[in-house]
């Protein structure tokens, strides 16, 4: 049903009545124009309501064929007043040419452009009065009653100011701009005045009532947004901001969606500026399938891959809920792109292989894996199980179907491992070395090592959100932690750079700037909550958990290389393993998790893990979750009492062959945000 068809909706309400009513005036002001025109040279010869009435029809066929009519006048903009000077040229055209053939003089050329010009210049005058008058009408509602300053007189700048002014009933009136380029201060854009830099802010705000603060630069950095948030915040004076560039790629358009500072904005770095053309010459028209499909780097690879049209696009997960999330998101978003599901759980080699051998993928994604590190120290069968022997099934299926590119995702805490989540990532990345040196030569398998990310599922931002919502207090374990931070669109770029175009058996790592203190992260969330630290929401410190590290590692002590395939990503020395037949080591580990005996099955799988990892470091007072003895189901480790014989039937014992090496684990090397090497990480920040 139509607003046609609705009976008592007033007439000029009513799409056709209203388009009626506007092509009328149109043709009113065509007839206006042409008096005028003919009042400055009565001589022209051109008078008479016949050529009058021919004039007004032209002009209403010049108004049909631009649309005209259709204009929303109270929103008239920069293009519609193209469509009527193009309106315009055609109608000077068509009366030339209708009127003047017979006889034509320059001196009735003249007149028909006198005429055209004043024809057009009424219709823009007549849009323009109509937004004028909706606006003014606007601002006695009290719609814009939020006096609104827009730090940024860019393109985003301008398009922001664009959109609050189409859209009154947002409540916001720019007052002006802040650009820190001297050149544009006191210039007009979109008739707002360029006022000053960013220096001047707390002058400007005072001077001018600023209500409200938008910040409009999308290229700025993590410290520059910091710094212009804690300047205007010291004001009392709310700020919002707009998307940054890191989630666009190909032809994506960037929209000016207001909203809040997020933490994310305070750790943007420069936007990842990718090849392109080789991504798209290896995804484009190829079938490309991700693992771990659903969740968050799963589905945010998906988001950038769609910008390259891939022929199809296949989730893969055993989380049926989150895939068809991501399912729906992704056909909204991209409604021509091909997405597949694939309802299938990595732990089975015959489902690996039967999805494989039907979509046939050109490259695969590895994404899928437990990442919680306290549930892992718990259950450290099914981190062993899903990460280590899911990601062997998933390479034997790649080797045996012709996946060309194989990318796995890993973590920093591969790196000399103190729990199962880093343990298991290293077995990962070894069996993903051996693939690559078992593969053909134009194979590339490679693994791609980061840290923390953002919004992902089980991150800490989240947590301290839900903390704060609730009045406190936010709970951290110890104020000298520090983590490897990035957003989801910056590592998902940066592994597709790394993992497409990387060479294969290699192990690259992500430059993730500066650590982050979990300290600073906490009480930055606080303060954007608008909120102080301390006295309206308390911290409290809890202890480091089981697995834990202080501070993350990035390499071995060898010093890394800088990778050709971006400068923002690093290739890790090659850590050939050394420790015998690695398919045996791997059978022993599995047949170790289905032992029954939990402290003989804890003890196995410790005992094979170190040998595959010699760095490992268990915490082995809190590994598994079988008590003996313990308070408050604190898990420990199943010894056998004092003076008792232990039963050394269930015990497994490594071949002397396979026994570790009783050697100190390498020290790690981290990477600082300016490419330089620092060693051990032991600072707080």
């Known amino acids: 049903m139509t607003s046609d068809d609705i009976p008592f909706m007033p007439i000029f309400q009513r799409p056709r009545p209203r388009h009626l009513a ?3 005036a149109d043709l009113m002001l065509a007839g206006a124009g042409w008096a005028l025109a003919l009042s400055l040279d009565p001589s022209v010869g051109l008078s008479g309501v016949g050529k009058g009435l021919l004039w007004v029809l032209l002009a209403g066929v010049s108004n049909y064929v631009f649309l005209l009519a259709r204009q929303q006048f109270r ?3 920069f293009h519609d007043c193209i469509a009527i000077v193009r309106g315009g040229l055609l109608l000077l055209a068509t009366s030339s040419w209708v009127l003047l053939l017979p006889a034509a003089t320059h001196h009735h050329i ?8 004043f024809t057009c210049t009424l219709w823009i005058l007549e849009r323009g009065l109509i937004r004028s008058y909706f606006e003014l009408k606007g601002r006695q509602k009290g719609f814009l009653r939020k006096r609104t300053l827009i730090i940024g007189a860019g393109r985003a700048g301008s398009l922001v100011a664009q959109e609050l002014e189409r859209h009154p009933n947002l409540g916001f009136m720019v007052v002006g701009f ?14 707002i005045r360029i006022l000053d830099d960013r220096k001047g802010l707390a002058h400007l705000i005072a001077k001018h009532r600023i209500d409200q603060a938008i910040l409009a630069i999308p290229s700025a950095s993590g410290d520059q947004i910091r710094s212009l948030t804690d300047a205007v915040r010291a004001t009392g004076t709310p700020i919002k901001t707009v998307p940054g560039i890191f989630n666009l790629l190909g032809d994506q358009p960037w929209h000016p969606e207001l909203r809040d500072v997020s933490i994310e904005d305070l750790l943007r770095r420069t936007a990842v500026r990718i090849d392109q053309a080789g991504l798209a010459s290896v995804i484009q028209g190829k079938t490309v399938l991700i693992t771990g499909g659903g969740g968050s780097i799963g589905s945010e690879l998906a988001r950038q891959l769609c910008a390259f049209r891939p022929a199809h696009l296949v989730l893969l997960g055993r989380g049926e809920h989150s895939l068809w999330t991501t399912f729906r998101e992704l056909n909204q978003v991209y409604p021509d792109q091909p997405v597949e599901l694939e309802l299938c759980d990595v732990r089975s080699k015959i489902r690996m292989n039967q999805a494989l051998a039907h979509w046939k993928p050109f490259v695969v994604f590895h994404a899928a894996a437990h990442k919680h590190v306290p549930i892992l120290e718990q259950y450290p069968e099914e981190g062993i199980e899903n990460n280590i022997l899911g990601t062997k099934n998933v390479v034997e299926a790649c080797l045996a179907h012709g996946v060309k590119h194989f990318v796995n995702i890993s973590t920093d805490k591969a790196v000399n491992p103190t729990n199962i989540l880093g343990a298991t990532k290293r077995v990962a990345e070894l069996i993903v070395a051996k693939a690559a040196r078992q593969a053909p030569m134009d194979y590339r398998y490679n693994s791609v090592r980061f840290g923390n990310v953002l919004g992902s599922r089980g991150s800490v931002v989240p947590i301290f959100q839900e903390q704060i919502r609730k009045g406190g207090p936010v709970t951290i374990t110890s104020p000298d932690m520090t983590r490897y931070f990035m957003t989801i669109p910056e590592a998902s770029q940066l592994v597709l750079q790394a993992g497409l175009l990387g060479n294969s058996g290699r192990v690259y790592v992500l430059d993730m700037g500066e650590p982050v203190r979990i300290m600073d992260l906490a009480t930055d969330l606080i303060r954007l909550s608008g909120l102080v630290p301390g006295k309206d929401v308390h911290i409290e410190y809890t202890g480091i958990r089981p697995g834990e590290k202080l501070h993350e590692e990035l390499f071995y002590a060898d010093q890394p290389t800088q990778s050709h395939v971006h400068h923002r990503v690093m290739e890790a020395p090659n850590e050939p393993w050394d420790g015998g037949d690695m398919d045996r080591c791997l059978e022993d580990l ?7 005996d939990g402290g003989v099955r804890i003890d196995r799988i410790v005992h094979t893990l170190t ?21 408050n189901g604190t898990p420990v480790l199943k010894e056998p009492a004092a003076g008792t014989q232990r039963d050394d039937s269930q015990e497994f014992r490594l071949p002397e062959s396979l026994l570790p090496a009783q050697a100190t684990a390498p020290k790690a090397r981290g990477l600082n945000g300016n490419g330089r090497m620092v060693d051990g990480l032991t600072s707080a920040g």
């Open 178 to 191: 802040v650009d820190d380029d001297r050149a544009k201060h006191g210039l007009l854009l979109n008739g």
């Open 110 to 117: 003249g007149f028909w452009l006198c005429a055209t010009v």
């Open 590 to 596: 599995y047949a170790a998790i289905r032992v029954q």
């Open 22 to 24: 506007k092509l009328t």
């Open 75 to 77: 929103m008239v903009g």
């Open 611 to 631: 040998h595959l990892v010699p760095s490992y470091q268990p915490n082995l007072g809190a590994l598994g979750r079988h008590t003996h003895g313990g308070t």
